[in-house]
Nanobody, 126 residues
Framework: QVQLVESGGGLVQAGGSLRLSCAAS????????MGWFRQAPGKEREFVAA????????YYEDSVKGRFTISRDNAQNTVYLQMNSLKPEDTAVYYC???????????????????WGQGTQVTVSS
């Protein structure tokens, strides 16, 4: 199992930007599809974005399309989430997740991921 540590969260005004990072342990990071999820108070954890093992494929939840960008650097064992034009409704704890795969598949359900980070808080003020 890969171990994940998120960073980069914080407090930002509406319209601002943040970049989240997720550092993974181990030498097989390139064997994992990665995803970002978020969980607001009183709500279920929801899918935000996913990226294939080599970065060749990405997918986004509708509400973040055009504002968020997921990317990865396999040499640095890190996946990123660039968040622009932030809105108060983006406020949540953001989690990265990993799933080992031998294909270029993307995964959208939290139940399909096997490793999770501890989360990083993102708060967007209006």
């Amino acid at each position: 199992q890969v171990q994940l540590v998120e960073s980069g969260g914080g407090l930002v005004q509406a319209g601002g930007s943040l970049r989240l990072s997720c550092a993974a342990s181990g030498r097989t990071f390139s064997s994992y599809a990665m995803g970002w999820f978020r969980q607001a108070p009183g709500k279920e954890r929801e899918f935000v974005a996913a990226i294939s093992w080599n970065g060749g494929a990405t997918y986004y939840e509708d509400s973040v399309k055009g504002r968020f960008t997921i990317s990865r650097d396999n040499a640095q064992n890190t996946v990123y989430l660039q968040m622009n034009s932030l809105k108060p409704e983006d406020t949540a704890v953001y989690y990265c997740a990993a799933r080992r795969t031998s294909s270029g598949s993307l995964f959208y359900s939290r139940y399909e991921y096997t490793s999770w980070g501890q989360g990083t808080q993102v708060t967007v003020s209006s």
